[in-house]
């Protein structure tokens, strides 16, 4: 039976009858963050404050407050906000490079529209029981969103070509094209040597099979900021391959696999280079100093039945 919606006030005093502390005249206040941020999204933050909630256990921990969750709340919209900031500097030249080197070497400006210019890889079927399921190739399911992206796109440059019947050329395509998208051509392209100059065109690797990774990963933890998803604790599908240079060795090793973190020190290093100062990273180390908990959960994200430890917030 679908679950009934709750007034804020009673979302609230669930919470109370499950052990979460409220301090004087705090009841208002935890009223309004439930009716802005919504129950189902704070829930994300708060099962790590319960004892099993994976087993329907959803009492608090002794001693959690209001103002716990809400540290770990608001530092995730203000590492969001820095994040964004550099992404779009790491997206935005990553696409002109991309469609520069691609359109320069083949000297065709609708080199991407063109099935051959990518790989044309087959996937293993999936077996359901008996059944054999034959899975859509990855270049059939690319083109189809290129087409869509732009299809959808109501740019004035995009209109300018629908209006006069041209094509589309790359360079105005890929600012239209969703950066997961982009990557996505990126890792299909056919021309190993446009990769090698695109990767080359930004400092760290010299090996477009390594770089590849990077836009990627920068694309998902982009959707996931753009979004406004949870980066606290959150285990990512995907991780770019670590520039030695980048890694701190007194670091677990285990904080640059599958982490907001190893995203985050990725996208510093260039960032970093295309700006020519640190003036982003400084803004993240300035923003994480002295919040011990919260790094913890960027670098070792757990799962939520697993009891948080080191809650301590300096």
Not at 99 to 126: F, N, Q, R
Request: with cysteine.
């Amino acid at each position: 039976m679908t679950k009934q919606p709750l007034s804020v006030e009673k979302q609230l005093n669930r919470l109370l009858e499950r052990g979460l502390s409220l301090g004087d005249g705090q009841r208002a206040d935890a009223e309004r963050l439930l009716l802005d941020t919504n129950y189902y999204r704070l829930s994300g933050y708060w099962r790590y404050f319960q004892i099993d909630p994976e087993h329907n256990n959803d009492a608090f921990q002794p001693n959690v407050t209001f103002n716990d969750i809400v540290e770990f709340v608001e530092m995730d919209a203000l590492m969001r906000n820095i994040l964004l900031k550099g992404l779009a500097v790491f997206e935005i030249a990553f696409r002109s490079h991309f469609a520069y080197y691609a359109t320069v070497l083949a000297k065709d400006p609708c080199i991407y529209d063109s099935a051959g210019s990518y790989k044309d890889i087959e996937l293993p079927p999936l077996t359901d029981g008996s059944r054999t399921i034959r899975q859509a190739k990855p270049l059939d399911k690319l083109l189809d969103k290129i087409h869509e992206d732009i299809g959808k796109s109501k740019d004035d440059c995009i209109e300018h070509f629908r209006m006069h019947d041209k094509p589309i050329p790359m360079w105005a395509a890929i600012e239209v094209l969703s950066f997961g998208t982009v990557s996505q051509m990126f890792e299909l392209w056919a021309d190993s040597k446009c990769k090698s100059k695109v990767a080359n065109s930004f400092e760290g690797f010299g090996s477009w099979s390594k770089f590849e990774s990077v836009p990627h990963a920068l694309s998902v933890l982009r959707n996931i900021c753009a979004h406004h998803g949870r980066l606290w604790n959150r285990i990512m599908p995907v991780t770019p391959v670590m520039l030695e240079q980048v890694k701190d060795r007194h670091e677990k090793q285990s904080a640059y696999r599958n982490t907001v973190w190893s995203d985050v020190v990725m996208l510093q290093f260039y960032v970093d280079s295309l700006a020519g100062n640190t003036a982003f990273s400084e803004s993240i180390k300035s923003l994480l100093a002295d919040k011990y908990a919260y790094v913890k959960g960027l670098k070792h994200p757990f799962r939520r039945d697993q009891e948080l430890s080191g809650r301590s917030k300096h």
